[in-house]
């Protein structure tokens, strides 16, 4: 293909300890080298780590497919670490025009306008997370705090049943980090199949008997002359409960534990909660906790003068794009006001995350509710652990901290 150089064969894995341990390094390296490269690993990928690259391609769903139709290419590749569910993804694989559809109808429900009327739930759900731990001086910001909260959101959102929230939320955290063929991976195995069970069950109820509720919205929706059928909503329910628990955990989890080695932004957050919203986007930019999708090539392309070739897989680099100097100036800097900030922590392009917006109300209640609640927490850093792979999502297991004990602010 004119204007392509030779093939640039590079040794990356991002689902190897070396990755986890250095993934800034690594992706610095190759955006400075190599922005398109080839690895030989996992049967073969292309890593996207410019920003530029990366952008271009995610806007060219006709020549980037989001179609991978195997639970081995979604582990491997991005997408969720998941075992393979029921019916084939609902919305992630999904590309126009069949995706606009799909769209269409869910717009509505994640539009901001609709998002504002969760935001009671959100600061209840976070004031009673506090409040169980708030008087002993010692607190779980994963398991006690960003566990519960997007969980009980997103049930709450889709009108499922809040009592249930661990049980949803546990397997799609463990499922994550966990390796497959482990005794922690087969749990969550097992936990997503409850998931499954439990939503179709769910979705045959409101057949039967509609609430005023998404779930039911869902349901019942006109899907160009249609409706959808219970294998794509539980496909597409799925989607939302796993890509809406865990990434939001693991984006609070970062800003958490930077915020408790960065005291001076702390305390500008603290004087300055105006500034918090803001500063969201950078923890966005900074932690992307999505680090990569994947997309497999649908016609032979040129990208970063590389040539790839119909079948070829594809690793977009969300994490690393969002370190791009080019686009990003002091990249590897934390600037809380930051202007213009143009991140790709939620995708780009029509694929970009329909549950931005419930993320981002999600993470800045939780966030301004400890700053002013627990505003000296501490975390144990001999306690904490980290997820081994960053290969899917930025996480910690879990991150235990002290703080002043505090009063707690709801009735018992």
């Not at 693991?250 to 915020?259: D, G, K, R, S």
């Not at 003068?305 to 994490?319: H, T």
Request: negative net charge; proline residues 6%; charged residues 25%.
């Amino acid at each position: 293909m004119d204007g392509t150089t030779e093939r640039v064969v590079v040794e990356f894995d991002h689902t190897s300890p070396e990755y986890a341990a250095r993934a800034q390094e690594i992706t610095a390296d190759l955006r400075a080298r190599c922005p398109v490269a080839y690895s030989p690993n996992h049967d073969g990928f292309w890593v996207v780590t410019g920003y530029e690259s990366l952008a271009q391609s995610m806007r060219d769903e006709a020549t980037f497919s989001s179609r991978h139709h195997t639970a081995e290419d979604g582990a491997r590749f991005g997408g969720v670490n998941i075992p393979e569910a029921p019916y084939e993804n609902a919305l992630v694989e999904m590309d126009p025009p069949e995706w606009n559809a799909f769209r269409r109808v869910l717009n509505p429900m994640f539009a901001p306008a609709a998002i504002a009327r969760l935001h009671p739930a959100l600061a209840a759900f976070t004031n009673a997370a506090i409040d169980a731990c708030a008087e002993s001086g010692s607190i779980d910001f994963v398991l006690d705090l960003a566990n519960p909260v997007p969980a009980q959101a997103t049930l709450a959102f889709l009108g499922l049943d809040l009592d249930d929230w661990q049980r949803f939320a546990e397997p799609a955290h463990e499922v994550v980090y966990s390796r497959p063929g482990s005794p922690e991976f087969q749990r969550a195995v097992e936990g997503q199949q409850w998931m499954f069970e439990t939503v179709a069950n769910a979705v045959i109820e409101r057949r039967r008997t509609p609430r005023e509720d998404n779930l039911s919205r869902i349901v019942h929706a006109d899907l160009d002359g249609r409706t959808f059928t219970d294998e794509e909503i539980v496909s597409l329910l799925g989607t939302i409960i796993n890509g809406g628990v865990d990434t939001t955990t693991a984006l609070f989890a970062n800003a958490i534990e930077y915020l408790d080695r960065n005291h001076s932004l702390r305390d500008l957050l603290i004087a300055q909660p105006e500034l918090i919203p803001s500063a969201t986007e950078e923890f966005l930019r900074y932690f992307s906790p999505v680090q990569a999708f994947a997309r497999t090539v649908a016609r032979d392309t040129e990208l970063g003068d590389q040539a790839l070739r119909r079948g070829d897989r594809v690793l977009m680099c969300f994490a690393s794009a969002n370190r791009d100097d080019r686009e990003f100036p002091d990249a590897d800097e934390f600037i809380p006001d930051r202007q213009p900030n143009r991140h790709v922590a939620f995708g780009i392009g029509k694929h970009r995350c329909i549950g931005s917006t419930l993320a981002r109300a999600e993470f800045v209640t939780m966030l301004e509710t400890t700053l002013r609640r627990i505003p000296d927490f501490r975390i144990v850093r001999s306690e904490t652990v980290r997820y081994p792979s960053l290969g899917i999502v930025n996480g910690y297991v879990n991150l235990p901290a002290r703080f002043t004990p505090a009063a707690r602010v709801a009735s018992s």
